[in-house]
């Protein structure tokens, strides 16, 4: 059975910075393209970044030079790497796999930007 689990989200300052993590199990990791979907508060979910598995990426425009996304597949965990946080990165955070013709989603995590 395929779990996704992140962490790292929680309350920052405008300017600041957080790494989110999302641990997977159940899949080969390492052959699956990962993403980070968030969802701001009466917007639909939208997508974020993605790596695939030869760690080509693609950054949404609106996080572009302030996010990073990373995998590492000997921990079997996707990262990502936010810096300089402002007040509409204000989300609930999804970690994402396209695995079995599924789609599997983690739980998500909150990062509230505010000061």
């Known amino acids: 059975q395929v779990h996704l689990v992140e962490s790292g989200g929680g309350l920052v300052q405008p300017g600041g910075s957080l790494r989110l993590s999302c641990v997977v199990s159940?899949?080969?990791?390492?052959?699956?393209?990962m993403a980070w979907y968030r969802q701001r508060p009466g917007k639909q979910r939208e997508v974020v970044a993605s790596?695939?598995?030869?760690?080509?990426?693609n950054v949404d425009d609106s996080v572009k030079g302030r996010f990073t996304i990373t995998r590492d597949n000997e921990k079997n965990t996707l990262y990502l790497q936010m810096n300089n946080l402002k007040s509409e990165d204000t989300a609930v955070y999804y970690c994402?796999?396209?695995?079995?013709?599924?789609?599997?989603w983690g739980q998500g995590t909150q990062v509230t930007v505010s000061s």
């Open positions: 159940g899949m080969d990791f390492s052959a699956n393209t």
């Open positions: 790596v695939t598995k030869l760690y080509w990426t």
């Open positions: 994402n796999t396209l695995y079995g013709r599924q789609d599997y």
